[in-house]
């Protein structure tokens, strides 16, 4: 990308020399001999900097700096004056200016004043941009992931943002389902609504319904007041319906009636009452296996079925482990006021190794309880359920990590791994394979030539390629 830099000064001369010293530079050029055509050109093109000369007809240069710093914040300036003075330098700092030179000038003394203001803002630009691409890639609404589902779930999420459909989120106990939903409804037209959950396993059959639609006075023993229920509270909003499995055939059939007409009556009421609401479910069960068995609705279960998303678990996406880990020693108020902010290899070792039964709740659970334990700013060992690092069952993939070496190096050839493996999936197909691990091809092809990666390598099965990759530096001796 160009480097464009403009200069303001009423001097033809020094505006000339300028033009000619930047050129040969290979910078691209303009100049302005007063205020009103600088402003011209800086509304018809972008420019990285400005040199402003202290005197300009119509304006002074330090007034002038300042409503340029204010209207074009990304464009630095460097004050150009033949009056030199402590009090004007400190003046034009506090201007904006990003230095400040005295005529006459030096061609070596504006070319490296020049670079160096250049340069700070190639390195802020560079930081900005890495920062976003982090935060774009690993993180979205409160959740943290490398994993490539995740990424999808992510989209999908983006994609409801606009709509008002029925969502049924499954999963295992502890996998984020209300923190997706909560994602739903904050990233959607909804946000301004409220969010209102409500665990459907926590109530029996009467009580969930007042919970639910609410009640009149005098409409049953101890009803002394009106109460607004959930449905109600959520108009406008999203009402979040977690453990939906547990909920009764007859409930069903009420909800049931609710979900199509958007309209409910309280308990001991005679009138209806237009509902403006989102529907998010959630479940850890198989509801297809409860309609067969019937005890759920087939009707209930399509009308909560609209749009499925399933949030795997945790050891499908053990690379999310440190993630997590960071995220929660982040956020978690115990940490800081402890000072902890990291964890030891170890520590990490013990945490990719474990089978996760209780999921993203359960790692949490282990943090805090190491968080407690610890002194210093470290978390050196956890302390895991049982002791129980092997695989869930039903996972098959052996897992054969290298424990001991730098976290650095246990990333590095996790990349590796994770780069040969969706290589191999892809028969080393680039776009494909760039596409699944959601960066671009110029990406994918550097980090393949710096593993030494080959794409020709993948194109047909049973080659070299399809020998473990994860462990390259470890001793094949036998004993």
Known sequence: METRILIIDDDVFICRQLEELFRAQKYVVDSATTAADAFDLLSQQTYSLALIDLKIPGADGLSLTKEVRERWPDLDVIMITGYASIKGAVEAIKQGASDYITKPFQNEEILLATEKVLEKRRLLDEINYLRGQLADRYSFANMVSRNPRMHEIFTQIEVLSDSDATTLLTGESGTGKELCARAIHYQGKRKAGKFVPINCAAFPDTLLESELFGYERGAFTGAIHDRVGKIELSSGGTLFLDEIESISLNMQLKLLRVLEEREIERLG?????????????????????????????????????????????????????????????????????????????KALAQLMGHAWPGNVRELGNVLERSILKTNGPMIREVDLPGGDQRPAPGDSRRRDFDYEIPLKEFLRRAERDYLGHILRKYRGGISHSAKHALVDAATLHRKMKSYGLKREEFRERGTKADRPVFRENQSTSST
Request: a positive charge.
């Open 269 to 345: 009421a005679n009138r209806r009452l237009k509902i403006n609401m989102r529907v998010i479910a959630a479940t850890n069960v198989d509801l297809e296996a409860l309609v067969a068995n019937g005890q759920m609705r087939e009707d209930f279960y399509y009308r909560v079925n609209v749009v499925p998303i399933r949030i795997p678990p945790l050891r499908e996406r053990i690379e999310d482990v440190p993630l997590l880990v960071a995220e929660f020693l982040r956020n978690s108020q115990l940490a800081k006021e402890k000072d902890i902010n990291r964890v030891s290899n």
